[in-house]
């Protein structure tokens, strides 16, 4: 699997960009040739490309000027030097401007696509490192998945036996279940883990855009196409596409999409050529496809062919026994985001019970919100109920079952007995008092309040208090 596609050779001599092009389009790369060093770094601005072979003497801008303006410009492009006239020092000079090699003229072609071979190589490695990188993160939110439920569990031993085959998945769940970190799951888990996983919110783009945010675009296909650009599946070539909330595409869209799971093609918007692309796609959606087939806003083919394998992400709700493990795993990662010292050190018994009995409607992206407060909010070593939204203790009435406490005072008929309501009243009302008493000064209204600076900010931005009005009534 190559991860070089696009080489553009800059020589002067016809006989040599000749050659070169006719001995790598047989490799299989895409091969364009200039002639002088202007026009290669034109042919640059215009497209992507992967690699540079540059003569080093040129009309108009001499090699190693180009290679240093490329490689400002472009700094992840591997660029071959080559010259007739070489030297030691020059090609000390070309790699430490940081070209990946020097070739003495005349080469056999064989030489250049050995050197090609050893950067691909280097280039393999890097990406290996990174991955191994990434892969050695503690587990969290956010970076992997957690969670030792059955449902959870299931939809992990399916990532297991789907991830070494490029079976095209679907994955289906409610918004904020993790439906990107299980195609992330299938990608870091599959041969093709040491190449890019690329990620697109089908919902977030324009219509009018997103054929060629995916499919690229040639320089002029439209008014502000002032030069070529590489779309998503080339950016994911070799690689995997994740292609998030899927069933907004645009049927036009869908058309090509089609193309690409089937012939392994894709052509750029205004482009007459095709290129060949090795992606797999991995697709996700909170709608029913199914029923968009119906109403004829979804292709029933590509349906079909996108929904080889559907993997369905279970609910928070029904995965609750994960909720105290996530809730301890963002309150560490909070307490380092947000500088707490001391750091929270976890949850007490009555906030973790509130947290298991709640729905969770918003699922992981909502607990994340909740716990990002919590910690924020939190004046102990602990996370108590009072630090968590009012939804919560809405959800968990008081009772002998409840999160709240038994043995609560008994009050007379019709008495307002919401808790949450009495506790927001009574902190607010504190708040505004001693505002008052220290003339809006805040370092010493938390002080008076024994709650931190931090916490106070929030609170008084929470209840809209303007602490200079505080102040005058004071």
Known sequence: MSLFRTILVADDEPSIRHILTLVLTDRGYDVRAVSDGDEA???????????????????????????????????GLTVVVMSAYGSQEQALEAVSAGAFDYVQKPFKPEEIVFVLRKAEERERLRRENRRLKEASLPAAPGGHILGGSAALQSVLKQVSRLAPVDTTVLISGESGTGKELIARELHSRSPRAPMAFVAVNCGAIPSGLIESELFGHAKGA???????KRGLFAEADGGTLFL??????????QVKLLRVLQEGEIRPVGESRVEKVDVRVVAATLRDLSKLVEKGEFREDLYYRLNVVNLRMPPLRERREDVPLLARAFISRFNRELNREPPVE???????????AYAWPGNVRELENAMERAVLLADGPLILPANLPDRLWAASPPGPTGAASAGA????DGTDLSLKRAIRELEESY????LRKTKGNRTRASELLDISHRALLYKIKEYGIDPDAEAERG
């Open 41 to 75: 770094l034109r042919e640059l601005a215009a497209r992507d490309y992967d690699v540079l072979l540059s003569d080093v003497r040129m009309p108009k801008k001499d090699g190693l000027s180009v290679l240093r303006e490329a490689l400002a410009v472009h700094p």
């Open 222 to 228: 439209f008014t502000d196409a002032r030069t070529a």
């Open 244 to 253: 998030d909330e899927v069933g907004e595409l645009p049927l036009s869209a």
């Open 346 to 356: 976890g949850l007490s018994p009555e906030a973790e019970a509130l947290l298991t």
């Open 409 to 412: 005072p008994v009050l007379q």
């Open 431 to 434: 708040i505004r008092a001693a």
